[in-house]
């Protein structure tokens, strides 16, 4: 099976603007193609994942992936699946958070001996002329037809900026700079971008009088059609910071049972023959299926090291074992109260809760537990003697902390 082939089957493609010529090129390893990233946070995030791995999929195979980084177009804010204006951010928080995209980013692909490119649109968009860009770019555009398109027509109620409305424009220069400057042939983004994507290609067409393409990912939802890598407390990072390698396995290994497949295919390097066993799991066998992704990807993200610890620290978590690698929460002599903490101080000062309310409804509604008992009386108290022997506090299923009293 070629690897256009095994996108197809793993379920990753969602538009293509001409399917017969991108699997061509693909297929040969002909393909320069980029996805672009806009550095809106210090970390990527599970929403960039399936981008990254699709990069890394392709490079194997023969391609040549751009990375553009976003430093100019954030500036502006892509309006697509907004229902507010994004927030402005400085120039040194754009800096700041480009070279940690950087960074995270050498995980998935190879950039060494020009095997890969790494570039941040900041370097043509910034220096650009007002009026020339409206002469040599904006021509080629039709307000009309921008309008028809979903991102900005679910916008037009609650207003849309015209510093938003240029985004498009921006991110077709984009690919245009792109073609010209790196014999860039491809562009792929998620299936949000469709509209910003066949922007650039007519731009391409008009000015140049040449072909070029765009392809779509699939945006990776749930089986209630929400999109994945939310959790109560936010985004799930890949940066160990925001987002401990824990957390990260945890994550993966708490999905549905009827997304746990999916997952499997498009996001996991696993062959598709192994993941079609797993096909036929039912019932408790799924959890196999689940701590087999979860393990994979917290390797892709973090390495084996890391992954190998967050898989024995959940199992040590249904067990007796040692929970030495579950995320941790120190306590100290000065947190107790006449030698001793509430639980919900301890859910509280331990990160599972961020108000005192949140805590006590927690309880009330079952979802908290001590080294696996349940807690059910809210006055419950821990003194320093628990808290010194193995102390492991959880909040619903996936959230835990290891009680470190440091005295």
């Not at 969602?14 to 090129?25: F, G, M």
């Not at 077709?172 to 562009?187: A, V």
């Given at each position: 099976?070629?690897?256009?082939?095994?996108?197809?089957?793993?379920?990753?493609?969602a538009?293509?603007?001409?399917?017969?010529?991108?699997?061509?090129?693909?297929?040969?390893?002909?393909?320069?193609?980029?996805?672009?990233?806009?550095?809106?946070?210090?970390?990527?995030?599970?929403?960039?994942?399936?981008?990254?791995?699709?990069m890394?999929?392709?490079?194997?195979?023969?391609?040549?992936?751009?990375?553009?980084?976003?430093?100019?177009?954030?500036?502006?804010?892509d309006?697509?699946?907004?229902?507010d204006?994004?927030?402005?951010?400085?120039?040194?928080?754009?800096?700041?958070?480009?070279?940690?995209?950087?960074?995270?980013?050498?995980?998935?692909?190879?950039?060494?001996?020009d095997?890969?490119?790494?570039?941040?649109?900041?370097?043509w968009?910034?220096?650009?002329?007002?009026?020339?860009?409206?002469?040599?770019?904006?021509?080629?555009?039709?307000?009309?037809?921008m309008?028809?398109?979903?991102c900005?027509?679910?916008?037009?109620?609650?207003?849309?900026?015209?510093?938003?409305?240029?985004?498009?424009?921006?991110?077709?220069?984009?690919?245009?700079?792109?073609?010209?400057?790196?014999?860039?042939?491809?562009?792929?983004?998620?299936?949000?971008?469709?509209?910003?994507?066949?922007?650039?290609?007519?731009?391409?067409?008009?000015?140049?009088?040449?072909?070029?393409?765009?392809?779509?990912?699939?945006?990776?939802?749930n089986?209630?059609?929400?999109?994945?890598?939310?959790?109560?407390?936010?985004?799930?990072?890949?940066?160990?910071?925001?987002?401990?390698?824990?957390?990260?396995?945890?994550?993966?290994?708490?999905?549905?049972?009827?997304?746990?497949?999916?997952?499997?295919?498009?996001?996991?390097?696993?062959?598709?023959?192994?993941?079609?066993?797993?096909?036929?799991?039912?019932?408790?066998?799924?959890?196999?299926?689940?701590?087999?992704?979860?393990?994979?990807?917290?390797?892709?993200?973090?390495?084996?090291?890391?992954?190998?610890?967050?898989?024995?620290?959940?199992?040590?978590?249904?067990?007796?074992?040692?929970?030495?690698?579950?995320p941790?929460?120190?306590?100290?002599?000065?947190?107790?109260?006449?030698?001793?903490?509430?639980?919900?101080?301890?859910?509280v000062?331990?990160?599972?809760?961020?108000?005192?309310?949140?805590?006590?409804?927690?309880?009330?509604?079952?979802?908290?537990?001590?080294?696996?008992?349940?807690?059910?009386?809210?006055?419950?108290?821990?003194?320093?003697?628990?808290?010194?022997?193995?102390?492991?506090?959880?909040?619903?299923?996936?959230?835990?902390?290891?009680?470190?009293?440091?005295?």
């Amino acid at each position: 099976m070629q690897i256009y082939e095994e996108l197809v089957a793993r379920g990753l493609i969602a538009q293509t603007t001409n399917e017969e010529e991108i699997k061509k090129l693909v297929n040969e390893g002909k393909a320069v193609f980029y996805i672009g990233f806009d550095p809106t946070a210090d970390s990527l995030h599970v929403g960039h994942f399936m981008a990254l791995c699709l990069m890394k999929r392709l490079q194997m195979a023969g391609n040549k992936p751009i990375a553009l980084i976003g430093g100019g177009t954030a500036m502006i804010g892509d309006p697509s699946g907004r229902s507010d204006m994004r927030q402005m951010m400085t120039v040194d928080t754009i800096n700041h958070n480009v070279e940690c995209f950087k960074k995270q980013m050498s995980r998935f692909i190879d950039f060494s001996d020009d095997k890969a490119l790494l570039v941040n649109n900041a370097d043509w968009l910034m220096d650009l002329n007002y009026v020339e860009v409206l002469r040599e770019v904006g021509a080629h555009f039709s307000v009309n037809r921008m309008l028809s398109h979903e991102c900005y027509k679910q916008r037009m109620e609650r207003g849309l900026t015209f510093l938003e409305f240029n985004y498009m424009i921006m991110q077709s220069y984009d690919f245009f700079k792109l073609f010209q400057d790196y014999g860039c042939n491809m562009q792929f983004g998620g299936d949000d971008q469709w509209a910003n994507m066949l922007g650039g290609t007519e731009l391409i067409r008009r000015k140049l009088g040449k072909d070029s393409h765009a392809m779509t990912i699939t945006l990776l939802l749930n089986s209630e059609g929400k999109k994945m890598g939310k959790t109560q407390s936010g985004a799930v990072w890949l940066d160990p910071e925001k987002t401990s390698p824990f957390e990260f396995f945890q994550y993966w290994r708490n999905v549905d049972d009827k997304d746990v497949i999916k997952c499997l295919k498009m996001l996991t390097f696993l062959p598709l023959e192994q993941i079609a066993e797993m096909e036929k799991y039912e019932g408790s066998e799924l959890n196999k299926a689940k701590e087999i992704l979860a393990h994979e990807l917290t390797e892709l993200v973090h390495g084996k090291e890391e992954a190998d610890k967050a898989l024995d620290a959940a199992r040590a978590l249904f067990s007796a074992g040692n929970a030495a690698n579950m995320p941790t929460a120190d306590i100290t002599a000065e947190d107790l109260n006449d030698g001793s903490i509430d639980v919900i101080s301890l859910l509280v000062k331990s990160g599972l809760v961020s108000s005192r309310s949140e805590g006590r409804r927690a309880i009330e509604q079952g979802g908290v537990a001590v080294n696996s008992d349940k807690v059910t009386d809210i006055g419950a108290s821990f003194t320093s003697d628990d808290l010194k022997e193995e102390f492991v506090i959880r909040r619903g299923k996936k959230n835990f902390r290891k009680i470190n009293f440091v005295g």
